[in-house]
């Protein structure tokens, strides 16, 4: 899942900006929307994301003068202005901050796809070149105890997060999340799914007398409801169901 965020004064623009990303089916989240420049830098340092679509003319502070405070720490993100102003001025100012693609307002549909697929792909292709999994490879004894440890011996705490690893182990959201990808070939969500439905399967097997609710808590989930849609999607059965199935195959 590829994370962005799009800023625009204008709402009905980002909303339906918003609404369109996700409809495309490229596995993008839009996961934040900004009317305000100031309001987006504060953004873009809360959720870091891979794509960031921002218009220039911004209250308080303008597209391109957040493009220049982001790039002094990100040069990652695949940044996309979406603007009414054709000038060569902000083209350039654009190229010197390092924008990768600058549209122009009205935006046509297939052009605008075709930026989305090509933006994937060159965040994909910087993610490679930073070479970031050397400094925290499985085996680096500096790390108190490696990530991938961490997770297998705490995936029942609730609390467990991407934000509590990356505190813990001084890494950011990218190197965390290309570490879990490249140690499990899954996600940090769909690892710690599998792990606790894996566990929950375990305690509905063994016929113990645990409610579901009981269960849930058991294996990190703090809410019951929640936990038995994550069970049914991942299995094809309520926790109930699977409970009855279980013990059939006993008797």
Do not use: W
């Amino acid at each position: 899942m590829y994370r962005a965020i799009v800023a625009d004064d204008e709402d009905i623009i980002v909303n339906g900006m918003s609404k369109y990303i996700q409809s495309l089916n490229l596995d993008i989240k839009v996961v934040a929307t900004s009317n305000d420049g100031r309001d987006t830098l504060e953004k873009f340092n809360k959720y870091c994301p891979d794509i960031l679509l921002i218009d220039i003319n911004m209250p308080h502070l303008t597209g391109l003068d957040c493009i220049k405070e982001i790039r002094k720490f990100n040069s990652t993100t695949v940044i996309i202005i979406i603007s009414g102003y054709d000038k060569f001025e902000y083209a350039k100012q654009a190229i010197q901050n390092n924008v990768d693609f600058y549209l122009l307002k009205p935006i046509d549909d297939d052009e605008f796809l075709d930026v989305l697929k090509d933006a994937i792909n060159i965040f994909n292709d910087r993610l490679e070149k930073q070479n970031i999994l050397s400094k925290y490879t499985l085996n680096n004894n500096d790390i108190d105890g490696n990530v991938i440890d961490y997770i297998n011996s705490h995936y029942t705490q609730s609390d467990l997060s991407t934000d509590l690893l990356e505190s813990k182990f001084n890494m950011n959201r990218i190197s965390l999340y290309k570490l879990i990808k490249k140690a499990t070939n899954m996600s940090f969500i769909e690892y710690v799914t599998t792990l606790r439905i894996n566990h929950a399967i375990r305690l509905l097997d063994s016929n113990q007398k645990l409610s579901i609710g009981e269960i849930a808590l058991e294996v990190g989930y703090s809410d019951q409801y929640y936990f038995s849609r994550v069970f049914k999607k991942s299995t094809g059965y309520s926790p109930k169901d699977y409970k009855n199935k279980s013990k059939e195959g006993v008797s």
